[in-house]
């Protein structure tokens, strides 16, 4: 095999055969109709994007508290469920593979997004720096979330392992566990908004829990190589920071290797584009150089890749597949415009979030 072609040879992540190694990275589009229900075009959005080897779905709260921006969808309800079950038989009639991305956002949200359920949540009292997108799409100072009891902990847990159960009632081919880009675990995890005093806080060991009783939970539902996880070692994105993220994220590549996942999904740090540009810090830490090696299953890198240095950091050995976000808002057939090494459609990023057809699922194909 030519090296040139290695994006489009196949792989086995666990359980999940994948056609290629091109996985469509989860993004946020904020279309959800009412009732957080997926977006009816969604079914044609992620089925002209079924040649990926692995589509993972846009972010998607396991419960209403775990909503943070508008528009977004949910998996907790009967027609939330229903409505995904449509997007993955479509996915799957076009040869696709899908999972679903379950995210809580903690304390980067709004009480507007969640009403009845008042302020939001999150490990500790501690406000995230900035402003945020409320119910009315306007920015808000973000608010002081309430610091979890151990029931909301329990509560929690089982909001988990009920989205799991939609998410398999909806055929998905696995779940990936969102616990990057500072929400809801990834709190937990650093110890700037994990002050906790109990066993969620505190050592490196306790900041870790949470996670472990996640994958645990989602394991009575999926088995464990159906199940990813997405960590962003270093991020800054949603005003995160560990006093020592080295020791922090190398325990937990430690512990995730005892539960024989399908995958890790890492987010490199130099792309900081989540919900705001396109810059590149070449100064960041590079994660996957720093953390494939002491990982033993399979490992995803996602970042502002493009095919050559998607190409690069497979024949590196340090990654297994690659996911692209931005370049498959634009290019539905990314895969065929790799086969053939054809131009790229350019991404208009005032249709990324919110709206409906255009900029979602008007972008040409070759
Ligand atoms: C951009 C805008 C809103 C949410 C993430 C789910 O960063 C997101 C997100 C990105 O993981």
Redo the contacts with the bound molecule.
Sequence with gaps: MSKKEILLTPVKLGAIELKNRLVMA?L?RMRAIAGDVPNPLAETYYAQRASAGLIITE?TQISPLGMG?PATPGIYSAAQTAAWKKIVDAVHAKGGSIVAQLWHVGRISHSSLHPEQGLPEAPSAIAPAGQTYGADWKLHDYETPRAMTQEDIARFLSEYKLAARNAKAAGFDGVEI?A??GYLLDQFLQDKTNQRTDNYGGSVENRLRLLGEVIEAVATVFSSDRIGVRLSPYGA?NDMGDSDPMALFTAAVDKLNGYHLAYLHMIEPRSTS??GNDQVNEDAPVTSALFRKAYQGKFISAGGYDQASGEKVLEEGLADAVAYGRLYISNPDLVERFEQRAPLNPYNRATFYGGGEEGYIDYPTL
């Design positions: 989860p946020t972010a921006y969102h990057a880009n994105f989540a919900g």
